[in-house]
Nanobody
Framework: QVQVVESGGGLVQAGGSLRLTCTAS????????MGWFRQAPGKEREFVAY????????NYADSVKGRFTISRELRRNTVYLQMNSLKPEDTAMYYC??????????????WGQGTQVTVSS
């Protein structure tokens, strides 16, 4: 079983910064990719950022480009989301997800419980 755990959320003022951390752990688990999603109350979950483990591919949602940066620590199966210039519309529950290298579906196989980010105006 793979465990995905996020942390780093909190309450910040508009224009502030937060860094989220996510670690995926499992006895034989190796990520193909890890990413971040978010869901605000009353809205559907949306993609935020994505990074592959064995390649340079990195993707961001248009709404966060230039403000958010995803990075990783390869050996620790850990991914970060540095969030700068935060806006009230960034307020959401942020979820980390991982794709399993051993699978071929390239779906998001494992999900964390989420960490809340609230940005006040």
């Amino acid at each position: 079983q793979v465990q995905v755990v996020e942390s780093g959320g909190g309450l910040v003022q508009a224009g502030g910064s937060l860094r989220l951390t996510c670690t995926a752990s499992g006895r034989t688990f190796t990520p193909y990719a890890m990413g971040w999603f978010r869901q605000a109350p009353g809205k559907e979950r949306e993609f935020v950022a994505y990074k592959r483990w064995a390649g340079a591919d990195t993707n961001y949602a248009d709404s966060v480009k230039g403000r958010f940066t995803i990075s990783r620590e390869l050996r620790r199966n850990t991914v970060y989301l540095q969030m700068n210039s935060l806006k009230p519309e960034d307020t959401a529950m942020y979820y980390c997800a991982a794709q399993d290298m051993r699978r071929t579906s390239r779906s998001w196989d494992y999900w964390g419980q989420g960490t809340q980010v609230t940005v006040s105006s």
